[in-house]
């Protein structure tokens, strides 16, 4: 059974940084796999929106919404994929998730991931 766990949400200020990680098990992730790993997140009343995607290999692609304020990375030793987020902004102010997933579609669209972790909340005030 495949679990996703993310932690390192919180508060911080606008123009603070927070590091998201999200650990994985039961789930096969190395450059042999056919699963990207995603992090996306959704506010209230809102759909939920990809920010970042990476490939086992280590591509790594962005939207355009947080593209040069995020970065996302991986360590397949540990089964962990990051989101570092900086230059924080309210408008970032959601329950941001973790996605694995190996469903042939839009890599930023939710119906590419089948699993999903439980979410982190982050809140940047001005």
């Known amino acids: 059974q495949v679990h996703l766990v993310e932690s390192g949400g919180g508060s911080v200020q606008a123009g603070g940084s927070l590091l998201l990680s999200c650990a994985a098990s039961g789930l096969t992730y190395n450059d042999n796999s056919d699963n990207k790993r995603a992090w996306f997140r959704q506010a209230p009343g809102k759909e939920r929106e990809g920010l970042a995607v990476i490939y086992p290999a280590g591509t790594a692609y962005y939207a355009d919404s947080v593209r040069g304020r995020f970065t996302i990375s991986q360590d397949n030793a540990k089964n962990t994929v990051y989101l570092q987020m900086d230059n924080l902004k309210p408008e970032d102010t959601a329950m941001y998730y973790c996605?694995?997933?190996?469903?042939?579609?839009?890599?930023?669209?939710?119906?590419?991931?089948?699993?999903w972790g439980q979410g982190t909340q982050v809140t940047v005030s001005s």
């Open positions: 996605a694995a997933g190996a469903v042939y579609a839009n890599s930023f669209s939710p119906n590419a991931y089948s699993h």
